[in-house]
């Protein structure tokens, strides 16, 4: 299996950005893909997630109304929209895909905001 996270970048505080995840390498109808994030000097949190198979969708209190994540079955890709984007939403943003049994990470992509 192979997550290949891109979009990020230095945006101002208010911009937006949309992160892409191109997954590879198996069926995903049974997966929950999601994104989370890592901030520097803090753990890795949960952002966003969604079902392939049904499309439900969770996000983060810090990020509901601000963010959308979604996929496109066609392309095997995942995305996150992210909108009036905070300095604290500075980080590392991992894509994710995960069963019962199984858990894939892909690469970081760097979200800076500056205010």
């Known amino acids: 299996v192979q997550l290949q996270a891109s979009g990020g970048g230095l945006v101002q505080a208010g911009g937006s950005l949309r992160l892409s995840c191109a997954a590879s390498?198996?069926?995903?109808?049974?997966?929950?893909m999601g994104w989370f994030r890592q901030a520097p000097g803090k753990e890795r949190e949960f952002v966003a997630a969604?079902?392939?198979?049904?499309?439900?969708?969770y996000l983060a209190d810090s990020v509901k109304g601000r963010f959308t994540i979604s996929r496109d079955n066609a392309k095997n890709t995942m995305y996150l929209q992210m909108n009036n984007l905070k300095p604290e939403d500075t980080a590392v943003y991992y894509c994710?895909?995960?069963?019962?049994?199984?858990?894939?990470w892909g690469q970081g992509t760097l979200v800076t905001v500056s205010s």
């Open positions: 390498g198996r069926t995903f109808s049974s997966y929950t």
């Open positions: 994710n895909a995960q069963t019962i049994r199984n858990n894939y």
């Open positions: 969604i079902r392939w198979s049904g499309g439900s969708t």
